[in-house]
């Protein structure tokens, strides 16, 4: 199995900037991609920001150019750096990996218990 420990959400005013961390742990043989999600009140969850293992990053349109997505391999860890942040950008940010255990399993997605990010107006 593979665990997911997200950190740095709270609360920031429209403007400002906040990072957000995700390690994963646990039984790791291969990370294909990790990736942040997010539900804000009432709504699905959708992608924020997805990386491959290879480096290749995609975007939802509603953060390109304000959030920048990055990680470490070797550290198994994805970052989320937020910019210029605006209250729709509120929600439960969720980290996603695509992994598996053993060279043997198919790949399964994982999810972090989720970090509160509020952006006041």
């Known amino acids: 199995q593979v665990q997911l420990v997200e950190s740095g959400g709270g609360l920031v005013q429209a403007g400002g900037s906040l990072r957000l961390s995700c390690a994963a742990s646990g039984r790791i043989f291969r990370i294909n991609a990790m990736g942040w999600y997010r539900q804000p009140p009432g709504k699905q969850r959708e992608l924020v920001a997805l990386?491959?293992?290879?480096?290749?990053?995609n975007y939802a349109d509603s953060v390109q150019g304000r959030f920048t997505i990055s990680g470490d391999n070797a550290k198994n860890t994805v970052f989320l750096q937020m910019n210029s942040l605006k209250p729709e950008d509120t929600a439960v940010y969720y980290c996603?990996?695509?992994?598996?255990?053993?060279?043997?399993?198919?790949?399964?997605?994982?999810w972090g218990q989720g970090t509160q990010v509020t952006v006041s107006s």
């Open positions: 996603n990996a695509e992994a598996k255990s053993t060279v043997w399993d198919v790949w399964n997605h994982y």
């Open positions: 990386i491959t293992n290879t480096g290749n990053t």
